[in-house]
């Protein structure tokens, strides 16, 4: 019997094929794996390497002064970080009503399923859209259309700085706009799925104490996912801020420092977009040291948002 | 005692709380209703306005010089040719990467602090601005002129659309891999089979819709990219007529829509809205086609 069975089924040994064939997968996927490090680094040493000139030359002056003069080789980046912060966060408060509402709006059981999904898909088909095409239709469509409200405004409240210049195209009204449209699918999605994830025994309890449907949603269901809304917000942050071809298009690329919303400005972004190709010396160094803050800029802002979502999701676990 | 007696149980819309939730309903309806509607805009313009400009002549024939013809732009051949040209250089390199690197982080590293570090990396990378990755491989490839001496190449273009790519990859492939039951795993090593055939022959088949989704997704917003284009691979107005073209300027869809917007011309902002149409159609239907994928995964694996 023991002979019989040894017969049948000897042990198998590996041939040594098999495991070259085994040691070799695991070392190329473990080398494509660090391929994200290492491209993560290089951005990172490049960059860094490319701006040391304007580094040593400007160091913090760069950040609070406005010249920008290829001529005399002066360089400052305030308007365009004073740009980019201003109209990503101007975005953003426009955005997160409309998207976290929208999110629970498709999440409770407001309206039957068929039109949720539509309008689900319909948001998320929205970041589908190129940025360079929501730009034309921002030139072309958007802007001519609000730009008599703009005027309108800028009739009545033209004494306050913020709306002091006359609205003739460009600026920064119509680049915040737009944004709100780029960012809006980001929070809908991600306050969608982090809404979903509440689980159903909390809303029923809350029904069942006798809490009406908003009160339910107020005092139970966002605080429950407000890691996941969190997070989401923080990334819509980091995308407008990095968000560069629909910006360049309308925000009017102008170097000029102005408080006016109306007034054409400049993100980093849109300042890389639009010098990078015919800039070259000390500009180019400018240039990067400009690339290197906006990506320090998005990286606290990313770093920020997974520790958020880490620590705030902790505490309703 | 007497809250049991005094109020009623019924219904009634005149209460505060009532009034408070209709009016919280009917303003988050708006708010759907208003981020709804910049999608039917542009959608509608770009279909209606783009697709009235669209004729064989259009996608077949280079563009001509701005100002020259009001009558006859020319068309966006190359543009489309450059965009595919583009998507299939960064597809070749990305696909390779991310499959991998996801494979490492869902198979052989699930927690180790390589995979953990591998994981925050790529969720670093996936935002960082898209012109970052530009202005990376410009530093790295166009101003070295390290590609056969050329500067502005359809190569680099590709390699910096790559860059935006891999972290999607990675991370739909992890998330793929580890949706497969492990007992599908312990099955495969329980008749003898070795890892690598494991994972070529039951994880990554049972996983290849969702990571097939994911590289779809991640190639139609590689596509439509503008920012890492303008000044890697730049525009070229002609079709590219040997392989040797691929190390000098080339044209895309977006670049030309970026450029052509900007011109003061009618005929040139036509050929934008006409390449505007092309490019949303088939980014649309790629996104289309991946939300297909899932359904039919999701199909197989009720059969299994």
Do not use: C, H
Request: aromatic residues 10%.
């Amino acid at each position: 019997m023991d002979k019989a069975r040894t017969s049948k089924f000897s042990l198998r040994t590996r041939p040594t094929s098999e495991k070259l064939v085994d040691v070799g997968f695991k070392n190329i996927v473990v080398a494509m794996a660090s391929m994200v490090a290492i491209v993560l680094f290089s951005i990172f040493a490049v960059v860094y390497y490319e701006s040391t000139e304007s580094i040593s030359r400007y160091g913090l002056r760069f950040l609070f002064s406005s010249a920008w003069n290829p001529v005399t080789d002066e360089y400052g980046a305030f308007t365009a970080i004073y740009g980019t912060l201003f109209t990503s966060i101007a975005s953003l408060l426009i955005a997160i009503p409309l998207g976290v509402g929208t999110a629970i709006f498709i999440t409770e059981n407001i309206i039957p399923g068929y039109i949720r999904n539509v309008i689900g898909i319909m948001v998320e088909l929205l970041a589908a859209i190129p940025s360079v095409v929501l730009g034309l239709w921002a030139v072309f469509i958007m802007e001519p259309f609000i730009r008599p409200f703009l005027n309108i405004i800028y009739e009545l409240f033209g004494f306050i700085p913020f709306f002091g210049t006359q609205p003739l195209g460009a600026g920064m009204m119509p680049a915040i706009l737009i944004l709100v449209v780029m960012i809006l699918p980001i929070i809908t999605s991600i306050s969608k799925d982090s809404l979903n994830q509440v689980p159903s025994k909390l809303r029923q309890a809350a029904y069942g104490i006798g809490a009406s449907r908003w009160t339910t949603i107020f005092k139970v269901i966002i605080p429950a996912a407000i890691s996941g809304i969190t997070g989401g917000v923080l990334l819509a942050l980091g995308r407008a801020m990095g968000e560069t071809m629909a910006v360049t298009m309308i925000i009017g690329n102008s170097n000029n420092f102005s408080w006016s919303i109306f007034a054409p400005s400049y993100t980093i972004s849109s300042m890389l977009a639009n010098q990078f190709g015919e800039a070259d010396g000390s500009q180019v160094s400018s240039l990067m040291y400009a690339a290197l803050i906006l990506m320090i800029l998005t990286l606290l802002v990313n770093v920020f948002a997974q520790w958020i979502v880490k620590r705030l999701s902790l505490k309703y676990q | 005692m007497n809250y049991t007696s005094q109020k009623s149980l019924t219904y009634n819309p005149s209460l505060t709380r009532n009034i408070g939730n209709k009016a919280l309903t009917i303003a988050s309806a708006l708010f759907a209703i208003i981020s709804v509607l910049p999608l039917i805009l542009v959608i509608s313009y770009v279909l209606i306005k783009g697709g009235s400009y669209i004729n064989l002549d259009t996608l077949i024939l280079e563009p001509e010089p701005p100002g020259d013809d009001l009558l006859s732009a020319g068309g966006i051949g190359p543009a489309i040719t450059g965009t595919f040209i583009m998507s299939v250089i960064a597809s070749i390199i990305s696909i390779p990467v991310g499959v991998g690197g996801g494979i490492y982080l869902a198979e052989y590293s699930k927690s180790g602090k390589f995979a953990k570090f591998i994981r925050f990396g790529s969720n670093v990378l996936a935002g960082i601005p898209s012109i970052i990755a530009g202005v990376f491989i410009y530093a790295i490839i166009v101003s070295t002129k390290i590609l056969f001496g050329s500067m502005f190449s359809g190569i680099a273009g590709g390699i910096s659309l790559s860059i935006l790519m891999i972290p999607t990859i990675i991370k739909t492939t992890d998330e793929a891999l580890k949706l497969v039951p492990n007992d599908m795993r312990r099955a495969a090593f329980g008749v003898g089979a070795s890892k690598f055939t494991m994972i070529t022959n039951i994880t990554l088949p049972a996983a290849f819709s969702s990571i097939s989704t994911g590289v779809l997704l991640a190639l139609a917003r590689a596509a439509g990219e503008t920012a890492p284009l303008i000044f890697t691979a730049l525009f070229s107005r002609y079709y590219i007529t040997s392989l040797d073209d691929l190390f000098y300027e080339m044209g895309s869809l977006s670049v030309l829509i970026y450029n052509f917007a900007l011109e003061p011309y009618e005929a040139q902002n036509q050929l934008a809205w006409a390449a505007s149409f092309i490019l949303v159609v088939v980014l649309l239907s790629l996104n289309i086609l991946s939300r297909w994928i899932v359904t039919l995964g999701a199909f197989s694996k009720n059969k299994v």
